[in-house]
């Protein structure tokens, strides 16, 4: 009997120790809660952290209030621009020996074009230290990175979204099954199309054209003298106005407010050649010897947990990567985050924004437009 | 005698040594502020070197701009743009600008402070109304004319060469104009009127014979000016333009700015181009005001008003037709978007929300946004005011040996675009560490509007300097006052309403500029311009009518209060 309880004891203690964290475990949890801490309070005693961000009021107001009400000793100072202005600021900045900027977020062209010639980027891993963050079995196909280094460049973002849109007046859906049907002399001067010349979903339609469909299509399509503007809003209402019956390159956002007030502005069944996968505006940078460090790793932290994607998800209508967000609202928008309908491999097929990407399609999709739109 | 010889001169000689001093403090830093940013420019012009790479100076950049496609076109539509609305807009201003200044037309005052408010509206919203009105297959009033004359088809297409003519007269053109010219027909000697009506001239021969030429100096001002502006133009031309590709110079130099990666080399090269055919236009303009004397104010001057006589109600009803196009349409069309679901949209379910106000006014940035606008405008107007006038006060009445070079300076800024001249002051405040504790705050961005502002506000009141006769300041100097004391006391108090004007449209363009802080605001210091941009930028025209609609409703506070002050004060008698 008295075997008997010592054996029951033992069984015991060997049940509850499996349960509890081993020590190694128990000391990297106690080492990353210090670490936080420790991160938190030179923060706090740093100040601010100071972020470039997409120009959107949404955002811009999501994260404000949402990173103020976490961390109220940190001031989170936003600089809301256009992604090419905002670059060359940050560029011109580092050049002089001005430390002002953090972080920057955005798309990745001018990122790839000019911050990673410049070496100017701090590796991001680093400033992981919470480990929601860090492990990679939160984030939909793991840690994801644009540049060929694999460390200066986080893509926090995968999606696709209906590219094409149609007036439902106009066109039949069943009209333009591939993008040769844009050659139709039907849809001469009835199709409209997003820059491809300025940063954005127009440039990324047309290098995904370019890459799908080659040179030769693309003159034939400019040929079909498409109204070509750098203005969303003003193609949006060109198409829900009937001024034209296709656009490529809108982003579904634009045409909320349309669809909203019941106007004839459809997404397009997409072409059977596809369309592109995109990280959108999400892409994180940390610039080389950032002025806070520590409120920067705590920004990067927060900004990478539950609470950070769920507001930039929200705030752009883009769709992050993160398994414990949920993105399947944004289909009603005509997003579709690529954790829910795609495989990583169908993604980084599609892709156009890595640096190698940027580098083998969009640049010479980028000389071709230049040349054709006069 | 030989001692009170030696106690006057050391004094005068003391009195002259600083004088100099300070002239040539105001020359020196005006050159060091301009200068050295559009050397920046220039340079940048021939940097070629991708990033990443050694820097390396070449032509590529300057034959990139040269041979970029489609640039004869858009040299061309400059040109003919610009001059098919100058011609039609400047002898209008001249005629306005004459009835509100020298006539008893009716309503003047009122007529003067509308015009004032076109100067306000923003271009966009100017843009947007008159798309509403003449589009080709919705605008409102093209659908009317054509029901009401049975047309098969609408008259206009405001997305067209004669469409962006129109809009820009209805925007900045006429009305820039009559604000200039108002305050220097104000100051214009009655007397010369009066000698033409006694010779029997009709109202309008006086105003060709007499008045057009006694005003050359400010009408030539006005209309260098403009032309320079015409070059730079590009938001009217970039909307309207879109859809038949009418591309114009400007829009060249903001697609290379726009287009990713940026093409500043060539952006920069096709500038400094610009710059290049400004120099001999300014050198035009003042060798136009300096040949002869304009003196149109002296000791003896008259400001009686030409009685207009039969001729009151029609020209009450030409004044008031323009007025009504120039501010009704955009104020309607502003005021209308603020409150609308989709701008233009009447035919929903529920055209009307104030979602927009509460979206804006609720805007956790909106309040510090809102001060400092406030703060910018204000800032940039006292400092307009004290440096202009003393540059434009060197320029015109003194002998100072650099006045000439003082001169150019205050038109170089103003012949580069904003966003360029936006990266020559980044580049500026970044490179010199006399700036660097400033940066990132508000001095800087007073700094960057006051200079983008200078030509204008210089210019005009320089104009209205030559007109002021010596005898009025020979008259203090006389009577033992110093050059300082008679610039204080004699020629300011002449002055004043065109200071305040002058004061006004630096408070207005600082508050409403973008593109000139665009890159250097920070969320410390960002006006509601920068707010305006965001809603923009998410494509929420709306929200950014309700930005707008608050800037110009805060400009307009500021005009009002300032105008009442300016009627009390200064030349402006019998309003």
């Known amino acids: 009997m008295r075997y008997f309880h010592v054996a029951l004891r033992i069984a015991c203690l060997a049940l509850v120790s499996a349960l509890l964290p081993s020590g190694s475990a128990r000391a990297a949890q106690a080492g990353w809660q210090e670490e936080w801490s420790k991160t938190v309070e030179a923060a706090k005693k740093e100040g601010k952290v100071v972020v470039s961000i997409p120009a959107s009021a949404d955002l811009r107001k999501g994260m404000e209030e949402s990173f103020g009400r976490r961390f109220p000793g940190i001031q989170l100072e936003l600089f809301a621009a256009r992604g090419g202005e905002a670059t060359r600021r940050i560029v011109d900045e580092y050049k002089a020996g001005v430390r002002y900027f953090d972080i920057h977020l955005g798309g990745t062209t001018s990122v790839v074009l000019e911050f990673l010639p410049e070496n100017m980027l701090d590796p991001i891993e680093p400033y992981f230290v919470l480990p929601e963050v860090k492990d990679p079995k939160n984030w939909w196909a793991g840690h994801m990175w644009i540049d060929k280094a694999r460390k200066y460049v986080y893509g926090f973002q995968a999606y ?47 290098s995904y054209l370019y890459m799908v469909k080659g040179e030769e ?158 | 005698m030989a001692g ?28 060091f502020v301009v200068l050295y940013p559009l050397m920046l420019i220039v340079l940048n012009s021939f940097q070629t070197a991708l990033p990443g790479e050694a820097v390396a100076y070449s032509l590529q950049g300057w034959r990139a701009a040269l041979t970029e496609p489609g640039m004869r076109a858009a040299v061309a539509n400059t040109i003919g743009l610009s001059l098919t609305r100058e011609l039609i807009a400047l002898p209008l ?16 005052e009122w007529f003067g402070f509308m015009f004032w408010l076109s100067f306000f509206l923003p271009s966009l919203a100017v843009t947007l109304g008159w798309i509403l009105l003449l589009d080709s297959q919705y605008g409102l009033l ?69 008045i057009v030429p006694v005003m050359a100096p400010a009408i030539t001002v006005v209309a260098l000016m403009s032309a320079i502006r ?116 009447f035919n929903l379910a529920q055209p009307w929300t104030l979602r927009n106000w509460h979206d804006v006014l609720y805007d956790p940035i909106f309040l510090s946004s809102f001060g400092n606008t ?77 200079l983008n502002s200078m030509t204008l506000g210089v210019q005009v009141i320089k104009s209205n300097m030559v007109q002021l006769g010596f005898d009025l300041e020979e008259a203090a100097w006389v009577t033992g006052g110093t050059r300082w004391y008679t610039f204080r006391r004699v020629v300011l108090p002449l002055l004043t309403p065109v200071l305040l004007l002058v004061g006004i449209m630096s408070f207005i363009s600082a508050t409403r500029n973008i593109s000139h802080i665009a890159l250097l605001v920070t969320s410390a210091n960002r006006p509601l311009a920068m707010l305006q941009l965001d809603f923009m930028a998410d494509a929420r025209y709306e929200a950014a009518a309700v930005v707008g609609t608050i800037v110009v409703l805060l400009t307009v506070g500021v005009a009002l209060v300032a105008r009442l002050f300016g009627l009390r004060v200064g030349l402006h008698h019998g309003g």
Not at chain 1, 188 to 193: L, P
Not at chain 2, 12 to 20: G, M, Y
Not at chain 2, 329 to 341: D, E, I, K, Y
């Open chain 2, 93 to 108: 201003a001249i005629v306005l600008a004459w009835l509100l200044a020298r006539t008893d037309l009716p309503g003047r």
């Open chain 1, 217 to 374: 299509f693309l003159k034939k399509l400019v040929a079909q003298k498409m109204l070509v503007d750098r203005n969303q809003r003003q193609l949006a209402e060109a198409l829900a106005r009937g001024k034209v019956a296709l656009t490529l390159g809108i982003t579904e956002y634009t045409f909320l407010p349309y669809l909203q007030a019941g106007l004839p502005v459809k997404p397009l069944p997409t072409p059977r050649e596809g369309t592109y996968t995109t990280g959108g505006s999400g892409h994180l940078t940390i610039i080389k010897n950032p002025p806070h460090p520590n409120a920067t790793k705590v920004y990067v932290n927060w900004l990478l947990g539950k609470e950070g994607q769920e507001i930039f998800s929200k705030g752009l209508g883009q769709g992050t990567r993160r398994l414990d967000v949920d993105t399947k609202w944004l289909k009603e928008v005509g997003v579709m985050a690529a954790k829910d309908f795609l495989t990583p491999e169908q993604f980084l097929a599609r892709e156009n924004q890595s640096e190698e990407k940027v580098e083998t399609v969009r640049k010479p999709a980028l000389a071709i437009s230049k040349k054709l739109f006069r």
């Open chain 2, 230 to 345: 015409a070059l730079e133009a590009f938001e009217i031309e970039l909307i309207l333009g879109a859809p038949k590709r009418i591309d114009v110079y400007s829009t060249k130099i903001f697609r290379l700015l726009h287009q990713e990666p940026p093409s500043f080399a060539p952006a920069t090269a096709l500038s400094v181009i610009t710059l290049a055919l400004m120099l001999p236009l300014i050198a035009l303009q003042r060798w136009v005001t300096t040949r002869r004397r304009y003196t149109t104010v002296t000791g003896q001057s008259k400001s009686q008003r030409l009685r207009l006589r039969r001729w009151k109600w029609p020209a009450f009803s030409l004044v008031l037709f323009v007025v009504l196009l120039l501010t009704v349409v955009p104020a309607l069309s502003l005021l209308m978007g603020t409150f609308m679901r989709l701008y233009g949209f």
């Open chain 2, 374 to 450: 406030f703060l910018l405008g204000f800032g940039t107007a006292v400092l307009a005011v004290l440096v202009y006038s003393l540059v434009a006060y060197i320029t015109v009445r003194t002998r100072f040996w650099g006045r000439a070079a003082l001169d150019l300076l205050s038109w170089l800024p103003f012949t580069l675009p904003g966003i360029i001249l936006s990266l020559g002051f980044l580049w500026l405040f970044l490179d010199v560490p006399l700036f660097r504790p400033f940066y990132g705050g508000l001095f800087l961005l007073v700094l960057a509007s006051s």
């Open chain 2, 4 to 31: 009170i010889s030696a106690t006057v001169f050391p004094a005068r000689l003391r009195r002259w040594e600083l004088q100099s001093l300070l002239f040539n403090l105001v020359l020196a830093t005006l050159a």
């Open chain 1, 160 to 206: 696709t979204f209906a590219n094409v849109w149609y007036n439902a007046s106009l066109l039949k859906p069943e009209e333009v099954l591939s993008y040769d049907d844009f050659l139709n002399p039907k849809w001469t001067g009835k199709i409209g199309i997003l820059d491809p010349r300025t940063p954005g979903a127009g440039d990324s339609t047309w």
């Open chain 2, 142 to 210: 093209n659908t009317a004319v054509a029901r009401l004359f049975s047309l098969k088809q609408n008259p206009f297409d405001i997305y067209s060469w004669w469409g962006i003519v129109w809009t820009h007269l209805m925007s900045l053109s006429i009305s820039v104009k009559v604000m200039l010219l108002t305050p220097a027909f104000r100051n214009m000697d009655a007397s010369l009127e009066e000698a033409a009506q006694v010779c029997g001239a009709w109202p309008l021969r006086t105003l060709r014979r007499v």
